[in-house]
């Protein structure tokens, strides 16, 4: 896995991070969008357009937003 989006965003609606990415892989999850560490290529686009600061490289999430990591690996099916 290699971008995380934590849950900043979870209040965010803007899509900036959607728009930018070259492979489609940020979708809308039940609550806030998330990265797909299958599709994503490292590139961090997201990263720098997020609105919210809401998008880290998964060594650079929070301590407290360590559970992001967890939520967007069960999403889409990563053990």
């Known amino acids: 896995m290699a971008f995380v989006i934590t849950s ?3 209040t965010e ?3 900036d991070c959607v728009e930018v990415c070259p492979v489609d892989c940020i979708t809308l999850g ?3 969008f998330l990265i797909d560490p299958n599709t994503c290529i490292d590139c961090g686009a997201c990263e ?3 609105p919210v600061e809401a998008i880290y490289f998964e060594e ?3 301590e407290g937003e360590r559970a992001s990591i967890l ?3 069960t999403y889409f099916g990563i053990q």
Do not use: S
């Open 8 to 10: 900043e965003c979870i």
């Open 13 to 15: 609606r803007a899509a």
């Open 30 to 32: 039940k609550d806030q």
């Open 48 to 50: 720098v357009v997020c």
């Open 60 to 62: 650079e999430v929070p």
């Open 71 to 73: 939520k967007a690996k």
